[in-house]
């Protein structure tokens, strides 16, 4: 399989609180994105990092990448109910224009 | 259209049945991927057309899966003689050039296929 790998499979914690994801690659790549997916259907572009960048900012979405270790991390603040969905990583290579995706983090808030 | 449509959203059929998905994506992107997700996974790539051509259909599991986009819009998922393992979410997802590197892709709701 091609796909990069995501852990935790799967996070449950408490409205108000901060979740973290992790997504590891295996090539090198040109960018790296993260994607949300409600209830196993379509996939909402939430953040994309350049490889030569180590962190973003989007509103309550923090992005890391470090490209020494291959990995990324997505930070979410300050959690909602409304946050409950997967969020994937896909990296892009520098080679063409493939996404190679993760497996997922399943993210629960409890309100 | 303002998003990417796929028609239908579920579709049930029989084994060895035909099947045609279909994806409408944002009027003038160019670039246009399928996509096949299985339960607890993240997207598979299918194909990738450029324009009206299939640049890439390196990801097409078998001869029994055939995609067009005879105008450079609306592309059609074609599955022959349907098996068990056909069954998945199809996403759709189209982008403006497909070349450009930092491109974002904007994915359909997807069709969830399901073959008895």
């Known amino acids: 399989s091609q796909q990069g790998e995501e852990d935790p499979q799967a996070l449950s914690i408490q409205e108000g609180e901060n979740a973290t994801m992790n997504c590891s690659y295996k090539t090198s790549i040109n960018n790296l994105q993260w994607y949300r997916q409600n209830s196993g259907r379509g996939l909402v572009h939430l953040i994309l990092i350049?490889?030569?960048e180590r962190e973003k900012h989007s509103g309550r979405l923090r992005v890391t990448l470090d490209t020494s270790k291959k990995s990324s991390s997505l930070l979410i603040t300050a959690s909602r109910a409304a946050d409950t969905a997967s969020y994937f990583c896909a990296s892009r290579m520098d080679s063409n224009y493939q996404l190679i995706w993760g497996a997922g983090t399943k993210l629960i808030i409890k309100p | 259209g303002a998003g990417v449509s796929q028609t239908p959203s579920n579709k049930v059929t029989e084994k060895g049945k035909y099947v045609e998905l279909r994806c409408d994506p944002i009027s003038g992107h160019t670039a246009l991927y399928w996509y096949r997700q299985s339960l607890g996974q993240g997207p598979e790539f299918l194909i990738y057309f450029q324009g009206t051509g299939a640049a890439d259909d390196s990801g097409l599991?078998?001869?029994?899966?055939?995609?067009?986009?005879?105008?450079g819009s609306v592309s059609t998922?074609?599955?022959?003689?349907?098996?068990?393992?056909?069954s998945a979410v199809y996403l759709c997802a189209s982008s403006v050039s497909g070349t450009g590197r930092y491109e974002t892709q904007y994915?359909?709701?997807g069709t969830r296929l399901l073959v008895l």
Request: hydrophobic letters at 25%.
């Open chain 1, 50 to 52: 350049r490889s030569n």
């Open chain 2, 61 to 71: 599991p078998n001869d029994r899966f055939f995609a067009v986009r005879p105008e």
């Open chain 2, 77 to 86: 998922l074609k599955i022959q003689r349907t098996e068990r393992g056909d």
């Open chain 2, 107 to 109: 994915f359909g709701p």
